[in-house]
């Protein structure tokens, strides 16, 4: 069984192209999934230069594709369902390259809105949701951020 669930933060924003015989839509980024490490383990790796996180070149096919290159930037945190794959070619200088990649079923956009981060494609967290109007539901009511002591 070739199965991966992965949860990780885009290191760059993903890039869209279309392949030309037939236009579908293929999406690339690259995850970079922390390795979970112990905070004494984490400095130790830190201070011999050594990475804290893998880092997953992510394929995206399809409509899903183009949602990533609309809605995801850099830095955001997504979770990746789908299987990995392992392929070859040969490059310019006759070489033999060896690549392992992710190749993305679902992709769940674990973040949303600005935070800080201006290069949110379109995407506005503020969109019209009077449905969520929480006023006198169970006794509460909004706070100004002057009421608040601290």
């Given at each position: 069984?070739?199965?991966?669930?992965?949860?990780?933060?885009?290191?760059?924003?993903?890039?869209?192209?279309?392949?030309?015989?037939?236009?579908?839509?293929?999406s690339?980024?690259?995850?970079a999934?922390?390795?979970?490490l112990?905070?004494?383990?984490?400095?130790?790796?830190e201070?011999?230069?050594?990475?804290?996180?893998?880092?997953?070149?992510?394929?995206?096919?399809?409509?899903?594709?183009?949602?990533?290159?609309?809605?995801?930037?850099?830095?955001?945190?997504?979770?990746?369902?789908?299987r990995?794959?392992?392929?070859?070619?040969?490059?310019?200088?006759?070489?033999?390259?060896?690549?392992?990649?992710?190749?993305?079923?679902?992709?769940?956009?674990?973040?949303?809105?600005?935070?800080?981060?201006?290069?949110?494609?379109?995407?506005?967290?503020?969109?019209?949701?009077?449905?969520?109007?929480?006023?006198?539901?169970?006794?509460?009511?909004?706070?100004?951020?002057?009421?608040?002591?601290?």
């Amino acid at each position: 069984m070739n199965k991966v669930i992965l949860i990780g933060r885009l290191t760059a924003d993903p890039e869209l192209r279309f392949l030309a015989g037939n236009g579908t839509a293929v999406s690339t980024f690259t995850l970079a999934v922390d390795k979970n490490l112990s905070r004494d383990k984490r400095q130790e790796f830190e201070q011999q230069g050594k990475p804290t996180a893998d880092f997953l070149r992510t394929v995206v096919w399809g409509r899903q594709a183009e949602n990533c290159a609309n809605y995801l930037s850099k830095g955001r945190l997504v979770a990746v369902e789908g299987r990995i794959e392992t392929r070859s070619y040969e490059n310019a200088q006759g070489q033999r390259v060896y690549m392992t990649e992710v190749i993305a079923e679902r992709v769940q956009f674990l973040e949303w809105g600005d935070n800080n981060n201006s290069s949110n494609k379109g995407y506005n967290n503020s969109s019209n949701n009077d449905s969520m109007d929480f006023s006198g539901a169970d006794g509460f009511q909004p706070v100004d951020d002057e009421d608040i002591p601290f």
